[in-house]
């Protein structure tokens, strides 16, 4: 009596080039997730009056694609000093006096801004203990989460198709 194992064989090796192209799978729809997330943290970070405003909206950034032991990995950050305040929120001292730099002419609070040392703006006093934040990259994570188990949805369907 003898086996023939050739039909196994050959299932094998398709199972083994199946097994190959996973990670590029992982990889290219966690790339194209992580685009869009960019794309929609952009969108919703305002660009205010200050000078310094662009720098927010323009200073976001993702790192390439990486595989780590427990899967693929790709983060977005934001390089200015401030982000932090901006996305969580801060603490402010109430009564407290702040310069707030405008670009000339620019309007904010019913007062023009003016120059003082070289710079444009407006003087307030602070009123609030607490600034809350705008959560423009926690939001935006929550539906790139959800778009990533659609993902890994469909590939485990691939894989499924594939292998009968």
Known sequence: MKFDSSGIKEHLKDIEKLKASIPFLMSDALNKVTDRHISRVVANTPAGDSPDSPNLKNRWDRSGVIETLDGFTAEVFNTAE?????ENGHRQTPGRLVFIELTPGAKKYGQVAKEYKGKWGIFIRLKKPFVKGKFVL??????????????????????????E
Do not use: G, P, T, V
Not at 82 to 86: I, L, N, R, T, V
Not at 141 to 163: G, M, R, T, V, Y
């Open 138 to 163: 926690l939001n935006s994570e929550k539906q790139s989460q959800e778009e990533l188990n659609i993902c890994a949805d469909l590939i485990l369907k691939k894989i499924k198709e594939e292998l």
């Open 82 to 86: 401030y982000a932090s305040y901006f």
